[in-house]
């Protein structure tokens, strides 16, 4: 397989695939600017929601990775296009946000008005996105808010993401507290759902087998990869093992190393 000249566009996960905490993994500078070289489509897709594209692309850069925002595509996006097509959208008109700035930013875009202090107890909808300075009186606020009505929505599902040190709790496992403390389930807008894809499509990505998607989770990059229309590569750089792949019914098209293997014929 020569993946340069077989696929039209590539869209990439960035924990696990293009970095680990601030380390680039394998030769991704290399991978990248091979790709651009060759006149490739990039994009980055991540379910972390802490971060905004423009700080996305500001990190890449110091890893010595060409990028602007326009090629990244995030959770907190995916969100905002998840509240604005809901049917419980007109009903909703405050909305009490756990997560970062960045976050607040983009739900505040669909028209909602956020809420803090008492008023969040009261509010119609709760959004969940880890943020570094996550805290138990959040955690508090959002069971509340949902046992008194709100309706609940998370960034994305993932229970962790792979650091420089090992693995850390993500999103998913935040939402697991506050599921168990008000009795409601989250409805989640990451990958592998529908609307990250969708933001991709109309960006221009391809909805075909001639998009290939790098991630490293069988959960969210490859199901959802496969549910877009594309092909799907798995690496061994971030969540996945070798054993996930043992008896599991999800199968991605390749499985590789480390992105460096996209420059290497199979």
């Known amino acids: 397989m020569d993946f340069q000249n077989s696929f039209d566009h590539f869209v990439f996960d960035l924990d ?3 970095y680990s905490g601030e380390t680039a993994i394998g030769n991704s500078p290399g991978v990248l600017e091979a790709l651009r070289t060759n006149k490739k489509e990039i994009r980055f897709i991540t379910n972390n929601p802490s971060r905004s594209p ?47 700035n960045y976050l607040k930013n983009e739900v505040r875009k669909t028209g909602l008005v956020e809420v803090s202090g008492d008023d969040s107890l009261g509010a119609d909808l709760v959004v969940i996105g880890s943020h570094p300075e996550f805290n138990l009186e959040e955690i508090k606020t959002a069971s509340i ?36 403390a008000s009795g409601k389930k989250a409805v989640t807008a990451g990958k592998p759902e529908k609307y990250m894809f ?3 499509e109309k960006s221009g990505v391809a909805p075909t087998k001639k998009t290939l998607l790098v991630g490293d989770s069988l959960r969210t990059d490859i199901v959802g990869g496969e549910k877009a229309g594309y092909s799907t590569a798995l690496v061994m750089t971030g969540v996945a093992k070798k054993t996930d792949l043992e008896d599991n019914a999800v199968k991605p098209d390749f499985v590789l190393e480390n992105i460096s293997f996209l420059l290497k014929p199979l």
């Open 54 to 100: 423009s700080d996305y692309a500001e990190k890449l850069r110091g890893l010595g990775i060409h990028s602007h925002a326009s090629e990244f595509v995030t959770s907190p996006m995916a969100t905002a296009s998840l509240i604005e097509e809901s049917l419980f959208s007109e009903k909703w008109k405050t909305v009490f946000i756990a997560g970062s």
């Open 198 to 200: 969708d933001i991709l």
């Open 16 to 18: 696990g695939v293009i």
């Open 145 to 180: 808010a949902i046992g008194n009505g709100a309706d609940f929505i998370g960034t994305n599902g993932d229970f962790f993401y792979p650091c420089e040190d090992g693995q850390a709790p993500a999103t998913g496992a935040l939402l697991a507290s506050v599921e168990v």
